[in-house]
């Protein structure tokens, strides 16, 4: 079964300097990582994918993501924060091979950007 | 353009009553969703459709039923509510992409408590 960890609760960053949202993932077979991100009383709104190609994928927001294979990983960053980046984000897999295969879903970690 | 409609947006049932959450999409996606978020867990899925007249149980599918009878609408019926359906409820909508990296639209969200 396929399944995604986002290891930290929360993540406490000043404005302006970069942050790190961490995503480990688990699947059979070739991954499909996406990032949505959650702004307060909304629903989620679409960052980016990796579905092949460069490791390095850049989505919006000035957000990217880097694919690492070997560490399992799809880990979320931004060079310089902004206190409006404040939000609950996602990461999302789903087994790319698996015709029938649905998106999982992380539990989500809370971005606190101080000004 | 509205994208994902849902209603209602807030909602306060009894043990045992029933209800509808109504969704709606003006986008001709094929696909469409029902999730359930719940705090610290992420999204479960709950249904899903993927065109007019088929629908098919995700993760956590019991308590619930939806139907599929147009493109645009995918309600989301609740029986006999009860406590553990308190939770907020997110439908989203995508195209079917053949390489399965279909991204979601998703709606603002339905709050429902079970009293």
């Known amino acids: 079964a396929q399944s995604v960890a986002q290891p930290e609760d929360q993540v406490n960053v000043a404005e302006g300097n970069p942050l790190t949202v961490k995503c480990t993932y688990s699947v059979s077979g070739n991954p499909y990582l996406f990032w949505y991100v959650q702004y307060p009383n909304r629903g989620l709104q679409f960052l980016l994918k990796y579905i092949t190609g460069d490791n390095l994928v850049k989505g919006s927001y000035g957000f990217e993501a880097e694919f690492n294979k070997s560490q399992t990983s799809f880990h979320l960053k931004k060079p310089s924060a902004l206190v409006s980046d404040s939000a609950l984000y996602f990461c999302a897999v789903r087994d790319g091979t698996g015709a029938n295969s649905k998106l999982t879903f992380g539990k989500g970690i809370t971005l606190s950007v101080r000004p | 353009n509205a994208g994902v409609t849902q209603t209602p947006k807030f909602r306060i049932l009894k043990i045992g009553q029933s209800m509808t959450l109504q969704c709606t999409q003006d986008?001709?996606?094929?696909?469409m969703y029902w999730y359930r978020q719940d705090p610290g867990m992420g999204l479960k899925l709950i249904y899903y459709?993927?065109?007019?007249?088929?629908?098919d149980k995700g993760e956590v599918p019991n308590g619930y039923n939806v139907s599929r009878s147009t493109t645009e609408d995918f309600p989301l019926r609740l029986e006999l509510a009860a406590p553990s359906q308190t939770s907020v409820y997110f439908c989203a909508s995508s195209y079917r992409v053949l390489s399965g990296a279909n991204v979601l639209t998703f709606g603002a969200g339905s709050r429902l408590t079970v009293l």
């Open positions: 459709s993927v065109g007019a007249g088929i629908t």
């Open positions: 986008m001709n996606h094929n696909y």
